[in-house]
């Protein structure tokens, strides 16, 4: 296997893009990421697109060979594979490319990953957000993806002494982070007091727990390492890609306070990677609800199970602390685009170690993190992203 | 009509665990709701939740009459719901409850309707399945979630609950010595096909409907098996209202000792099919071998079903602690207001509905 | 949601039919074709044994829902569990006729029977199991 690198990155706005078809953001993320190499598109050899439910939100399958077809490269011919993995196709497609390019098999591939999910009402959206829970024993119960999340941080603060406060605190964090970021969805800063006193959505989580409903698009050119400055002055190494995936209906897990996909799949990445989690200072998690964002912050390594809440409550994790997370704005703030998100998460990387973040940039990162999680759970993917020196 | 060696096994009832009172009823509708509650001699009725219906108070009614006989639901060979509220108008409820239960395929099922009746028609109808020997248990539910139309006396009364009585001829805790019927036309209460609430013809529901078809079934059984309301140490009516069953008791000869455990309406309301069954269940909640009772039930349009029963020996060993003893229905419940009631009634539509 | 999508599961969700590993004696629910806890699948693949969940089981997470599900708009809020069955499994569910403040963990349930969702006016309605909190069965009097 040889080793893979980003060349390129392109992102669009994240939010309510009510002027912008699922096919015009997928070209748009894919274009600004070749422009933002040396490829063109005639040097491809495939596009993958992490996408979760075209066919539910715009009743569009076969957005593999769409959005290549408006990319002007009908004509090339070349493979365009869909990836789905849930919340995380995103970071499915992206370690598809990477295996792809790493065999041998493709050179050059854009990866992308895109949602369009404001073309329905709210409650079809819920309904179609909820499609990655297990149909027959979870939703026809009841279950609302929220409430998922609400069962897990309620056993979290009954075995772990977890309080309110604490996971509240990640969408306090990501929104500060947003309003640095002008692609996020959400720019406003929020209080404390503010996610504590949202409407309830499942208690403990309210409103300012979860992430909203976003449009948007993120791609990533990859390519060999080892022909990589030929393409970018700051290719960006994949240094792990891995998946790890659980039972699909929470109530079967092990334990619904530890998310073992994501476990698994982080000591493989470490593992590849040849580091731990102690080098890392910088980190995209995926938070669809605050308190998945500080299970990851637990699963992945970075604290002992039962010590993320504090953490969070010292500061420890943010700006200036040892641990720096969701720049970007992460799930929250940054906004949710399901197929997006995993391929969002690693851009945000990219810009860090290039030292392209802006009023956000954290200062030197060698190393950065990328979590992406399906469902409730049922999958995790971690990369792991360094510069090339 | 002669027992002929049926009686009842065993027997569930289900209560929904909702109550509202007159007195909440009548602030809505500018009526003195208290006045009324006095007048019908109804303190509270139950109300479903929204996720309640003929078919799960049915199921969850005989789920504990099987666990508390010990009964194999495959051996049961007929199972009738008689309800003035099914859910389906085409599709049987029975079928539901009887898969529900663990009673499929085997057996022969069916729907009844006959008012406030059909649960007591059913009890007739497997009593001759039983006797005649075609089969082993034959069960008869009778069970509703009935509706008075928004602001309408029917509505401080029309409540939800249900009965289940597995019949048979061996190990009964009961027997049914005799079943009467008195059955007219009688147009006193109807609902037409389609229509959302039930009809009815103010006091001629009365004399001329309940108090004569009750009067005269329970003197005509009596008159047959040749026994007077002394030889009943309780008696079972059926009960639109707290104060019907009180006056008809008295017109028949019953004081209010008889008639203490069989009267269920003033706490729970009118559970229509299941008022007379769940009121012979409190009966048997409380009754000692070789107590004797009777039990007149009343459906609209109009007819009458008497029974006349003789509490056995084996009640002593029967195993009350499983379910819920109607008189903890009677006493307990969550009082909730006239939104919320509405709410879970039906009544607010939603859009898009 | 098809009339035969909801029907054949009809064994499970009305009567909590489950399955047993003929190996390692674990209970599983909804039932599965093969074993999960034995490493070796060829052990258990076919051999699964058919069983029945006693409905008995007590609360192990709740949260109370404000944002439903589509198609439980009307009874908001609602409680939604976890709740570990007597034979092992954990199931999804509703707690019902509860005050939500009166919930807690290790609070004794049982399955109860309630419908679970209604195709609008016209179509088929759905039946299944939620849980109710165990109450004592003997009345004050």
Request: glycine share 12%; aromatic share 8%.
């Amino acid at each position: 296997m040889r080793e893979v690198a980003i060349l390129g990155v392109g992102q669009t706005q994240f939010g309510e893009l009510w002027d912008r078809s699922f096919r015009e953001i997928g070209i748009e993320a894919g274009f600004k990421a070749l422009e933002s190499s040396k490829l063109s598109s005639k040097d491809l050899s495939a596009l993958y697109i992490g996408n979760m439910a075209s066919g539910a939100f715009i009743d569009q399958e076969h957005v593999g060979p769409l959005v290549l077809d408006y990319s002007g490269l009908a004509g090339h011919h070349i493979p365009s594979v869909r990836v789905e993995a849930g919340e995380a196709s995103g970071a499915m497609a992206l370690a598809q490319a990477y295996l792809a390019v790493a065999s041998g098999a493709y050179d050059f591939v854009v990866v992308g990953g895109a949602e369009k999910m404001t073309d329905v009402p709210d409650e079809r959206g819920a309904a179609i957000a909820s499609s990655t829970m297990d149909q027959e024993w979870e939703r026809v119960f009841g279950a609302s993806m929220a409430s998922l999340w609400g069962l897990i941080a309620r056993r979290h603060m009954i075995d772990h002494g977890t309080k309110r406060e604490e996971f509240a605190r990640l969408s306090v964090l990501d929104h500060e982070n947003g309003s640095k970021n002008p692609l996020a969805h959400f720019r406003n800063k929020i209080t404390l007091e503010q996610v504590l006193g949202a409407n309830p959505v499942a208690e403990p989580l309210g409103m300012l727990d979860c992430a909203p409903s976003s449009d948007g698009a993120a791609a990533l050119v990859l390519g060999p390492l080892e022909t990589a400055r030929k393409y970018t002055d700051t290719p960006i190494r994949i240094s792990a890609s891995q998946i790890a995936t659980d039972f699909v209906a929470l109530m079967h897990r092990r334990s619904i306070t530890t998310i073992d996909s994501t476990v698994i799949a982080a000591q493989r990445a470490f593992q590849q990677a040849k580091t731990d989690p102690s080098h890392l200072r910088l980190a995209e998690i995926h938070d669809s609800y605050s308190i998945g964002g500080l299970m990851a912050l637990e699963d992945l390594g970075f604290y002992p199970k039962g010590a993320a809440g504090k953490a969070l409550s010292d500061g420890a994790v943010g700006t200036g602390g040892k641990l720096t997370i969701n720049t970007s704005g992460g799930l929250k703030a940054q906004g949710q685009p399901f197929g997006a998100v995993g391929i969002a998460q690693v851009a945000e990387i990219v810009r860090q170690l290039r030292g392209e973040a802006g009023p956000r940039q954290v200062s030197g990162p060698e190393m950065g993190l990328a979590h992406n999680v399906g469902g409730s759970g049922a999958t995790s993917i971690v990369h792991i992203l360094s510069r090339v020196n | 009509m002669k027992g002929n060696g049926a009686g009842i096994v065993s027997y569930g009832t289900y209560v929904p665990r909702y109550r509202i009172s007159p007195d909440e009823i009548g602030r809505v509708w500018g009526v003195d709701g208290v006045a009324m509650g006095k007048n019908l001699n109804i303190h509270s009725k139950s109300v479903p939740s929204p996720d309640e219906d003929t078919i799960t108070i049915s199921t969850e009614a005989l789920r504990v009459a099987i666990a508390r006989g010990n009964i194999d639901p495959r051996e049961i060979g007929a199972l009738y719901v008689g309800s003035e509220s099914h859910p389906y108008a085409v599709k049987p409820t029975a079928t539901i409850v009887a898969q529900a239960v663990g009673a499929t395929p085997n057996l022969t099922a069916a729907d009844f309707e006959f008012a406030c009746k059909a649960g007591t028609a059913a009890i007739q109808v497997c009593m001759g399945l039983v006797s005649s020997g075609m089969i082993k248990y034959g069960v008869a539910i009778g069970s509703d979630t009935s509706q008075g139309a928004p602001g309408d006396a029917l509505e401080y009364s029309a409540s939800a609950g249900g009965g289940a009585f597995v019949i048979g001829k061996d190990h009964i805790i009961a027997k049914i010595n005799a079943t009467q019927s008195y059955t007219t036309d009688t147009p006193d209460f109807w609902r037409r096909e389609g229509q959302r609430y039930p009809s009815h013809g103010g006091r001629f529901t009365g004399e001329p409907a309940y108090f004569r078809h009750v009067t005269e079934c329970g003197k005509g059984i009596m008159k047959a098996e040749g026994t007077t309301p002394a030889d009943y140490q309780h008696v079972v009516f059926h009960q639109p209202n707290g104060k019907f069953p009180l006056r008809a008791g008295k017109m028949l000869g019953f004081n209010d000792d008889q008639m203490r455990y069989g009267m269920v309406t003033p706490w729970i309301g009118n559970t229509y099919s299941g008022a007379a069954l769940i009121g012979l269940a409190n009966v048997l909640d409380h009754a000692k071998p070789s107590e004797r009772i009777l039990v007149v039930g009343y459906g609209s349009g109009a007819g009458s079903d008497a029974f006349d029963v003789t509490v056995t020996d084996e009640i002593s060993h029967y195993d009350h602690s499983i379910g819920t003893p109607v008189q903890k229905d009677l006493e307990e419940g969550i009082s909730i207001n006239y939104s919320i009631y509405a709410k879970f009634r039906g009544k607010i539509r939603l859009s898009g509905e | 949601m098809s009339v035969a999508r909801f029907w054949r599961e009809t064994l499970r969700r009305y009567n909590l039919g489950a399955s047993k590993c003929p190996e390692c004696q674990t209970v599983f629910f909804p039932p599965r074709s093969v074993c999960p806890q034995c490493t070796v699948h060829r052990k258990s693949m076919t051999k699964m044994e058919p069983c029945q969940l006693s409905g008995k089981g007590e609360i192990f997470s709740y949260t109370t829902v404000y944002e439903a599900a589509d198609g439980f708009e009307m009874q908001v809020p609602y409680v939604l569990a976890l709740v570990k069955m007597a034979e092992g499994p954990v199931l999804t569910g509703q707690v019902v006729d509860v005050d939500p403040k009166e919930v807690h963990e290790g609070m004794p349930v049982k399955a109860t029977f309630r419908k679970l969702r209604e195709d609008g006016d016209s179509g088929v309605i759905h039946y299944g199991y939620k849980f109710a909190i165990v109450r004592s069965p003997t009345a004050s009097k």
